[in-house]
């Protein structure tokens, strides 16, 4: 069974950087991709970031350029480099992991004031 727990979310005023973490277990890590949404009040999830197994990237439009999306295979966890954030930023933060179905962590709240 697949779990997803991230870490890292937390409160920063605009302009700083967070470091998002996500520890996977429970499956072949390397084979999937993986990647992060987030959901703000009263807005629908939405895409941020993902990576492919074999490393490729691709990012929302509203973040590129600030965030980094990356993986550690040897260690099974997801990152996401967050710099320059913006309030409109504030949001909670899911990663998932994509194989046959996709599965979902519990979030992590970040939380960026002006």
């Known amino acids: 069974q697949v779990q997803l727990v991230e870490s890292g979310g937390g409160l920063v005023q605009a302009g700083g950087s967070l470091r998002l973490s996500c520890a996977a277990s429970g499956s072949s890590f390397s084979s999937y991709a993986m990647g992060w949404f987030r959901q703000a009040p009263g807005k629908e999830r939405e895409f941020v970031a993902g990576?492919?197994?074999?490393?490729?990237?691709n990012y929302a439009d509203s973040v590129k350029g600030r965030f980094t999306i990356s993986r550690d295979n040897a260690k099974n966890t997801l990152y996401l480099q967050m710099n320059d954030l913006k309030p409109e930023d504030t949001a909670v933060y899911y990663c998932?992991?994509?194989?046959?179905?996709?599965?979902w962590g519990q979030g992590t709240q970040v939380t960026v004031s002006s």
């Open positions: 998932y992991l994509q194989s046959g179905e996709v599965h």
């Open positions: 990576i492919s197994n074999s490393a490729n990237t």
